[in-house]
């Protein structure tokens, strides 16, 4: 509860409060649509039903997460290893958070195991949210290679939001040049070049 209200209204911090903006915003679309995806959630017109309070959700345990001092309080996509398991609601998470809090008094036990016997994990989750690379189009060059870019620049770029960023940009900038303009949205017009500013200037 020390937060410094009036220094984010300084100029100089627009800069980083839109940064962290989309960093949120689009890890937890990332997230929210591999773990939609493997859960069995998502509709077959590729919509998530209650987005809008699976994002009401995330953005104010990461409001909360400020207020209390913590690091960014979001949704992770190893969560498709919970969805994979079986959890499917929100008893899982709070199952999860109590074994978490028991987790603090094994916290130095923990401390001894090595980063990189956690590879093992993270290359599981990956292999879960390979599968839904099958529902793309890759027989159309201006599906396919948004998608490539994605996949590509997410880890080189260490950040699923810069991926899906420049994976917007490309999807965008490949639509256009092919002359399929009716296919691009005012929206994704728009975060195209809300995207291109932050490129740019951020």
């Known amino acids: 509860m020390q937060?410094?209200?009036?220094?984010?209204?300084?100029?100089?911090?627009?800069?980083?409060?839109?940064?962290?903006?989309?960093?949120?915003?689009?890890?937890?679309?990332?997230?929210?649509v591999g773990?939609?995806?493997?859960?069995?959630?998502?509709?077959?017109?590729?919509?998530?039903?209650?987005?809008?309070?699976?994002?009401?959700?995330?953005s104010t345990a990461t409001v909360a997460g400020s207020l209390l001092g913590t690091s960014s309080t979001t949704s992770y996509i190893e969560s498709t290893a919970g969805v994979a398991s079986g959890g499917r609601t929100g008893l899982t998470a709070v199952t999860v958070g109590v074994l978490f809090l028991l987790a603090l008094f094994f916290a130095p036990l923990a401390g001894m195991i090595p980063a990189y016997a956690t590879a093992g994990a993270i290359f599981y989750v990956s292999v879960l949210m390979l599968f839904t690379l099958q529902e793309i189009d890759w027989e159309d060059l201006t599906e396919a290679a948004p998608a490539?870019?994605?996949?590509?620049?997410?880890p080189l770029?260490?950040?699923?939001?810069?991926?899906?960023?420049?994976?917007?940009?490309?999807?965008?900038?490949?639509?256009?040049?092919?002359?399929?303009?009716?296919?691009?949205?005012?929206?994704?017009?728009?975060?195209?070049?809300?995207?291109?500013?932050?490129?740019?200037f951020l």
């Open 35 to 58: 773990v939609s995806k493997k859960a069995g959630l998502m509709r077959a017109d590729g919509s998530i039903p209650n987005l809008d309070k699976a994002l009401l959700a995330d």
């Open 157 to 200: 770029t260490f950040s699923i939001a810069d991926g899906i960023a420049l994976g917007f940009i490309t999807y965008t900038a490949v639509k256009a040049l092919t002359g399929k303009f009716d296919q691009i949205s005012v929206a994704v017009w728009v975060l195209t070049v809300i995207l291109l500013a932050k490129i740019v």
């Open 3 to 32: 937060l410094d209200i009036a220094g984010a209204f300084d100029i100089s911090m627009i800069s980083v409060i839109f940064a962290f903006l989309f960093v949120d915003l689009f890890d937890t679309a990332g997230t929210l």
């Open 148 to 154: 490539a870019v994605v996949l590509l620049l997410t």
